[in-house]
């Protein structure tokens, strides 16, 4: 007669779990050096699971596992601190074996879904540390999306004061499309919706995050129309296994730089031009003051609803979140934290160098035909 013996798990034993997966994964980034491994592929097919089964529901499915995993785990601790005051040792270390177990399982599933993405490089060849550039190289594209931007504006989805504005339904069926295209595979289901933390992304200035778990964007509503194809288009690009917040942005304006949704490509263009004058206004502050004031009217209106956007934002709360995701996004291999969403300055202009060098010819970038001086 066969006797089966029960696996004893200990508290040291997850804990050591845990360890070594953390081991484990650390060896396995090290070895996964480019985007023709068999990982990257692999977890795109995983991708186009997850987008094909939770992108059937309109609500996100991931945040309703966030709340109860969370409601579980507090539930677990409360149920161990009652039997820690009854001195009951055995219930106590079951509770934690509990936690434990499911954090090695969660651990586990984001490495493996997403975590080692970050190693990653999508767009290495505008991400050279060596290439140099200077203040004047920024100006140059600067002024240039300035320009696309009067030109843009025009021809955008405007309401009847000028805002710009955009269907943001429409706008992820787009982008999706226009992803599929660029990969050349099938289209895949849209998996892009409105977060149940909504009003809490609203009030920490958060326009978007992706989940690892189900593979589920997450696009604030409520957010100004000009950063919503940028967000979308950011988000998917986590979906398309861009794990680097700078590469994600730059994805976002990759794709829509030449698209052929005017609205897209304003969206991006604007946001392109926004993170080129913050890196500009360190240096010449009076240049961005030149290019703001000879905005069109149209775009000063979109420029003003963003401010009253980010005015509205709790500050207190918006610095402890940005706290929290700089300590995630070192831990992640991106060393320079939350500054990576700004490195995306680099990877534009190192953009426009290699696919239009005849932009970088002209001897002064801040006058030019198209750009009026008052």
């Not at 997850?50 to 149920?79: E, H, P, Q, V």
């Amino acid at each position: 007669m066969l006797v089966k013996k029960k696996i004893k798990v200990s508290i040291s034993g997850l804990l050591s779990s845990l360890l070594l997966q953390f081991f484990l994964f650390q060896v396995l980034k090290m070895s996964l050096k480019s985007t023709n491994s068999w990982y990257f592929h692999f977890v795109i097919k995983v991708k186009h699971i997850l987008n094909t089964i939770f992108g059937i529901t309109s609500f996100s499915i991931g945040d309703y596992l966030y709340i109860f995993l969370s409601a579980l785990i507090i539930i677990w601790l409360l149920l161990a601190f009652i039997n820690f005051i009854k001195k009951r040792k055995d219930k106590i270390t079951s509770y934690f074996i509990k936690i434990l177990f499911l954090l090695n399982i969660l651990y586990g599933w984001f490495m493996f879904s997403f975590g080692l993405l970050y190693n990653f490089k999508t767009f290495i060849q505008f991400e050279n540390p060596q290439e140099k550039f200077f203040l004047n190289d920024y100006k140059i594209v600067a002024k240039h999306l300035f320009n696309e931007c009067l030109k843009l504006k025009e021809e955008v989805s405007n309401n009847k004061k000028g805002e710009f504005t955009v269907d943001r339904y429409k706008m992820i069926r787009e982008i999706n499309l226009e992803q599929n295209a660029f990969y050349g595979i099938s289209r895949q289901k849209e998996n892009v919706k409105v977060s149940l933390f909504n009003p809490i992304m609203n009030k920490l200035g958060i326009l978007g995050y992706y989940n690892p778990f189900t593979g589920e964007a997450q696009v604030a509503k409520g957010i100004p129309d000009t950063s919503v194809p940028f967000t979308i288009a950011h988000e998917m690009g986590h979906q398309a296994g861009v794990a680097r917040e700078d590469e994600a942005n730059f994805y976002a304006f990759y794709m829509g730089e030449s698209s052929l949704n005017k609205d897209f490509q304003y969206s991006v263009k604007y946001k392109a031009l926004n993170y080129l004058l913050r890196e500009i206004y360190v240096n010449d502050s009076a240049y961005v003051h030149i290019i703001i004031k000879n905005y069109s009217e149209g775009m000063k209106m979109d420029r003003e609803k963003e401010k009253k956007y980010y005015l509205r934002m709790s500050r207190g709360g918006s610095d402890v979140f940005s706290y929290i995701n700089n300590i995630y996004l070192k831990s992640n291999s991106q060393k320079e934290g939350i500054i990576a969403y700004n490195n995306v300055s680099k990877m534009i202009v190192s953009f426009y160098k290699n696919q239009y060098p005849s932009l970088f010819e002209e001897e002064n970038p801040i006058y030019g035909k198209d750009f009026k001086m008052e």
